[in-house]
């Protein structure tokens, strides 16, 4: 599962990477399955709930009632559902397979992060959170490009010369009076 390629198959989720739930509680989802070969498929989808290197469950997920389902080719099929677990602090995958082939073309994941840690009030991965989740700094780099960027842009700006303004002499016409006007 390190590397998965998506070219056989395609799925997403509405799924935050970390969401609040409690053991036992539904935990509903959209999950988008796409084919993007030019021939149909046929896909089958297994959950894997874990914690670490330790798989607490993995179950295959039913779709309209059978393990497999077919996606025509460069279609898509939308799929509304919720899961149930009695565990949390654990990470939940959704694992895509295609059939012909046996592999797992593609997965996405969350974080189910349980109440109590949510409510410690850190960011889930920060020092000092209690979690088992393991920090993700890859927002950092987004933002060091973006401030590289900004003084880039900045020192590129300062180093233009002035533009030296000359005075320039308006030209004033004079007014002219007209004389008075007979009646006046």
Do not use: C
């Amino acid at each position: 599962m390190s590397e998965l390629s998506g070219t056989l198959g395609d799925i997403f989720w509405n799924l935050a990477p970390s969401v609040v739930y409690s053991s036992g509680s539904e935990l509903g989802a959209t999950v988008y399955v796409a084919n993007p070969t030019e021939e149909a498929k046929e896909y089958a989808l297994m959950a894997r709930l874990s914690s670490g290197d330790t798989v607490i469950s993995e179950e295959s997920v039913r779709v309209f009632g059978a393990a497999w389902f077919n996606v025509d080719p460069g279609d898509f099929i939308r799929l509304h559902g919720a899961f149930r677990f009695d565990d949390t602090d654990a990470v939940l995958s959704l694992l895509l397979i295609e059939r012909e082939t046996g592999e797992v073309t593609d997965a996405v994941s969350s974080n189910l992060v349980s109440p109590e840690v949510a409510a410690s009030g850190w960011p889930i991965g920060w020092p000092s959170a209690t979690s088992l989740i393991s920090p993700d700094y890859s927002w950092l780099m987004s933002l060091m490009i973006l401030g590289i960027g900004v003084v880039g842009m900045a020192a590129a700006t300062s180093g233009e010369p002035e533009k030296k303004r000359e005075a320039v002499a308006a030209l004033v016409e004079e007014q002219k009076l007209l004389p008075r006007g007979r009646g006046e």
